[in-house]
């Protein structure tokens, strides 16, 4: 068995194995070893690259050194817990190094989009408003291919609404797409909003430690008016009653 010790408090090895033809052989893949804030020993099969097991064992480290402190992951790091893998969230959970809120993470963003769609409804906004934040979403995540919540990446979203503005004004300009409705910066902006809201809902419920979208920033709607707005003048006004 090769092991590899270093000072931060875990040991990264390859574990052997005895075959079906009775030879041992070494694993190809690195396990990482521990006491956890309890003092038990812990263990958990990480990558076939030792570097990237030695990342592996550090974010570990970190989440049981907060974990035995009382705090909870943030930043990079609770960015990380969201992409675990479920079988490493199960065991990290059961040990007490993680909380119940990271089994959340792990959910289809589907069901998480349900549940937000049911939240805005018992909250009594009107059910138009709910399927058009919905609908967007929902476009957002599938156009993207989007599966969990860990997967939204703001840059993607950009280039996905960047894209679809794009096509739009390609259609207008050919003559084929509607001024009016289409896909403009006043649209781009309500789905932008639309993610906006439901990040801030996954977070507001602890299913997500942060929203990945924060940073998403609205275009100015004013270099693309779709409809003109003016108050009515004496002589529209008279012809509206008329």
Known sequence: MTR????????VFQPEYTDHSGKKRRSPRHHVAFKDHNGVRRRLPAFTD??????????VRELDDLRAVGESPRGDLARWVDGLTDDVRVKLIAWSILDQRASMASRPLQGHIEDWHASILADGRVE???????????????ACGFSRFSDIDPETIKQYLAQRQQQDKLERESGNGDRRRGFGIETRN????????????????RRASESPVVGLKMLNVQTDRRRLRRALSLDDLLKLLT
Not at 5 to 10: A, I, L, Q, V
Not at 50 to 59: L, P, Q, W
């Open 4 to 11: 590899r010790r270093n000072s931060e408090g875990f040991r």
């Open 128 to 142: 138009d408003h709910a399927k058009v934040v919905r609908t967007h979403v929902d476009r957002i995540v599938n």
């Open 190 to 205: 309500s789905h932008v909003r639309a993610i906006k809201q439901f990040s801030r809902w996954m977070v507001a419920q």
């Open 50 to 59: 030792y570097s990237a097991s030695v990342s592996f064992g550090r974010r």
